[in-house]
């Protein structure tokens, strides 16, 4: 068969010929011209498919690529390399259980292909399974010693466990082969703000930020380190900036995800929902828990950067307690339940039947986390779980609540200046406004929960913990029917669980610490227009107002 070319005939061997040549020489834009013309002309090849993806892949058109690399794969059946670039597009569209389950069969084919576990891991640690991902870090440096990205990778891991002398030297050991690697650079940044050298941070960062080419992704996280080392300077008007300008631009790169599904919106509906529902509606039945579930069910919620991670570490230091640290437990059934008018009528009128295949999901999906909660005390961690309490009254009415609350001035600010992967929910802490006005949403709808529903509640307050540890934490060992034991002061030491995607991991490998209460104070100027929105939480929940 001849096709045409550019004026000029070349056979169908030719042509997958140039194509592959192309692709070796990483030369995508041509290797794409190529396959099109190919299509064009009929010619159905596993080539063909699979260098029009990598194409529109490398220039960031992942939706389109995977049609390409899944008529690839179907004209040739597990080809790891197929399977890999499928992987890696749907890591860059965070479709992150999918793109692992490519991974895994990509090394069923090619169990030694570094790059495989080099991409499995960054799909772990987005996913927050780092004791995975750390493993599939060392699995490709065992393979491929000069990896740079893979040791940059795990440099980032050890850093964030605040394990930093092994950290620095994998950051070394990439920056050596590749002296701009990104997160090498970021993870030195992290082990020089674990050091207290904020002002090394800062020296590491700056030229960091001025590279063209660094992901967008990873300038909003170099930006938002940066504002924390200039915080540990006293500089605190030029870290609010620099946090405004990371915000910003994750705020204006993904607008178009978020505009018309606004987590504030969510919180709306509901809040208009529960003021016009009856609290008879809501009355409780009878729990069940299967024979191998925990002796004490205990849900602890709050608001984001409220002191839950903290406490949770301290909790499940305790041998008889086991945590879970946000694996979204509830997620399947709320978006059953809790996203429509029709859905919470629905819910509040369970019947014991629905009651109990419902409270299976839960469980089932508790099973599969493997974390023995037979005979024990049960936390399960999900501070926005708030939202979710008429579940929790409907399903599980003898599961006892932790509320975590914190300075609202406090939190807001945290959450605007910490940083956490995008989502719907995520997006409100992009401006400081929004922020401020879900916190009081969803303060409020928390309220409503508490008049209208069966709930058992018991307030933590963080900064009681910080100021006076063991009385406090002795008391919610009494709420939740467990002993004290001392290993909890060794918190810090052991932090069983800490899932490193959190803004808070670094902090809770360190001793209690203090200079996070009123750190709002420093910024006064700044979080002033916000205090408004506020007040009525700050007074509510007794804190100062000056």
């Not at 992290?190 to 030229?207: C, H, K, N, S, Y």
């Not at 994750?250 to 009856?278: C, K, M």
Request: one cysteine or more.
């Amino acid at each position: 068969m001849a096709i045409g070319s550019f004026g000029r005939n070349i056979s169908e061997d030719q042509i997958l010929a140039d194509i592959s040549a192309a692709v070796s020489a990483g030369d995508l834009n041509r290797a794409g011209r190529l396959a099109n013309m190919a299509v064009v002309q009929g010619i159905r090849q596993p080539l063909v498919f699979n260098a029009r993806g990598l194409a529109l892949q490398a220039s960031g058109h992942h939706q389109e690529a995977l049609k390409d690399f899944n008529v690839s794969l179907s004209l040739a059946p597990h080809n790891p390399l197929i399977l890999n670039a499928i992987g890696a597009s749907l890591l860059a569209l965070e479709r992150l259980p999918e793109a692992v389950k490519q991974f895994d069969a990509a090394l069923v084919e090619n169990p030694n292909h570094a790059p495989t576990f080099y991409r499995r891991g960054l799909a772990q640690a987005m996913q927050g399974h780092h004791d995975f991902a750390e493993a599939d870090f060392e699995r490709a440096i065992a393979i491929d010693p000069n990896y740079a990205e893979a040791l940059a990778s795990l440099a980032s891991v050890m850093a964030r466990k605040r394990k930093t002398k092994r950290a620095r030297a994998l950051a070394e050991r990439a920056i050596a082969l590749r002296p701009a690697e990104p997160t090498a650079l970021y993870a030195l940044a992290m082990v020089e703000m674990v050091d207290g050298d904020f002002a090394g941070a800062e020296r590491r960062l700056r030229p960091l930020l001025s590279e063209k080419k660094l992901p967008p992704a990873a300038r909003a996280g170099a930006y938002g380190l940066l504002g924390d080392a200039l915080d540990g300077q006293g500089r605190y008007s030029e870290a609010f900036a620099t946090y405004l300008v990371e915000n910003e631009d994750l705020r204006r790169s993904n607008l178009h995800r978020f505009e018309q599904d606004r987590g504030a919106d969510a919180v709306q509906h509901l809040i208009a929902y529960f003021e016009g529902t009856p609290a008879a509606q809501w009355a409780a039945h009878d729990d069940y828990a299967p024979d191998d579930g925990p002796d004490t069910h205990v849900f602890l919620l709050g608001f984001m950067r409220s002191g839950t991670t903290l406490l949770e570490q301290v909790l499940a230091s305790n041998p008889k307690i086991v945590a879970a640290e946000e694996k979204g437990t509830l997620n399947g059934l709320g978006a059953v339940f809790m996203t429509s008018n029709e859905g919470l009528d629905a819910l509040a009128n369970l019947d014991e039947a629905g009651l109990r295949y419902n409270r299976n999901l839960y469980w089932e999906r508790v099973r599969a986390l493997n974390l023995g909660v037979r005979g024990k005390v049960f936390v399960d961690k999900q501070p926005l779980n708030t939202m979710k309490m008429p579940l929790i009254a409907k399903l599980f009415p003898k599961a006892k609540i932790i509320f975590a609350l914190r300075d609202p001035r406090d939190v807001v600010f945290s959450c605007f200046r910490r940083h956490f992967q995008v989502n719907v929910t995520m997006f409100e802490f992009l401006a400081l406004d929004d922020a401020a006005r879900f916190y009081a949403s969803v303060m409020r709808l928390a309220e409503l929960y508490r008049e209208k529903l069966p709930l058992n509640v018991f307030e933590h307050r963080y900064e009681d913990m910080v100021q006076n540890f063991e009385a406090r934490v002795r008391a919610v060992c009494e709420y939740m029917d467990v002993e004290w034991s001392d290993s909890m002061r060794e918190f810090d030491k052991i932090a069983p669980i800490v899932d490193l995607r959190s803004p808070s991991a670094a902090q809770v490998r360190r001793p209690l610490y203090g200079d996070a209460i009123e750190q709002w104070r420093r910024y006064r100027e700044q979080l002033e227009p916000i205090f408004p929105i506020l007040q009525p939480w700050i007074e509510k929940f007794g804190y100062a107002s000056d």
